[in-house]
Nanobody, 131 residues
Framework: QVQLVESGGGSVEAGGSLRLSCVSS????????MAWFRQSLENEREGISE????????????LYAASVKGRFTISRDNAKNTLSLQMNSLKPEDTAMYYC????????????????????WGQGTQVTVSS
């Protein structure tokens, strides 16, 4: 059974940093594409999640949303089945539930930010940034 488990969330002041991790299990090969999404309380009712960053299995090509580019860094360690998100210069508007996602077959593409591109999701970890 495939599982993705996020950790590393918490409460920080604006300008602070957090590092999120996502450990996946129940598979033998690296996922072709993995990504981080977030969902704020405002978007929860509409079921909208914002794609933040994505990374192919080779760990080289990174994709970022404009809202986090330059502040967040995505990385992965396939040997440890771990996806990470280093978040620096956090802002109150970064407050949300953060989720990792994995695509079973497809490599990251121009539609990496679309939720339907991913087959597996974690339960999320809460990040709260105070001003």
């Amino acid at each position: 059974q495939v599982q993705l488990v996020e950790s590393g969330g918490g409460s920080v002041e604006a300008g602070g940093s957090l590092r999120l991790s996502c450990v996946s299990s129940g598979h033998t090969d690296p996922w072709p594409c993995m990504a981080w999404f977030r969902q704020s309380l405002e978007n929860e009712r509409e079921g909208i999640s914002e794609g933040l960053a994505a990374l192919d299995a080779d760990g080289v090509g990174t994709l970022y949303a404009a809202s986090v580019k330059g502040r967040f860094t995505i990385s992965r360690d396939n040997a440890k089945n771990t996806l990470s998100l280093q978040m620096n210069s956090l802002k109150p508007e970064d407050t949300a539930m953060y989720y990792c996602a994995a695509a079973r077959y497809a490599y990251c593409s121009g539609s990496w930010w679309i939720q339907d591109e991913y087959n597996y999701w974690g339960q999320g970890t809460q990040v709260t940034v105070s001003s």
